[in-house]
């Protein structure tokens, strides 16, 4: 049974910085594109960013393009999302999830995420 859970949420402050960590079981993690989503009330979920199995590639929504970075540890089958410059409008749950197929890409709108977590909270303050 795959099991994914996000931490590091918080209650942050405008231009403050956090990061988010995702800690993955039951699959080769290293075998697996990984990415980040995240959904405000009344608003669709959104794409933020994905990471290709192997490290090498990433993708990043324009709307946090420059200010978050993605990474993974595939020796501690944990991935990131360092945030920095954090907006009001980043406020969200934020979820982390694994493609279903090994040894994808990294172009997110065309990985088929099939395992999530419970999703952590980032709330920025103004």
């Known amino acids: 049974q795959v099991q994914v859970v996000e931490s590091g949420g918080a209650l942050v402050q405008a231009r403050g910085s956090l990061r988010l960590s995702c800690t993955v079981s039951?699959?080769?993690?290293?075998?697996?594109?990984m990415g980040w989503f995240r959904q405000a009330p009344g608003n669709e979920r959104e794409g933020v960013s994905c990471i290709k199995w192997n490290g090498s590639t990433a993708y990043y929504a324009d709307s946090v393009k420059g200010r978050f970075t993605i990474s993974r540890d595939n020796a501690k089958n944990t991935l990131y999302l360092q945030m920095d410059s954090l907006k009001p409008e980043d406020t969200a749950m934020y979820y982390c999830?694994?493609?279903?197929?090994?040894?994808?890409?990294?172009?997110?709108?065309?990985?088929?995420?099939?395992?999530w977590g419970q999703g952590t909270q980032v709330h920025v303050s103004s």
């Open positions: 999830a694994a493609d279903r197929a090994q040894f994808g890409g990294s172009w997110l709108p065309g990985v088929d995420f099939g395992y």
């Open positions: 039951g699959l080769t993690f290293g075998q697996h594109t």
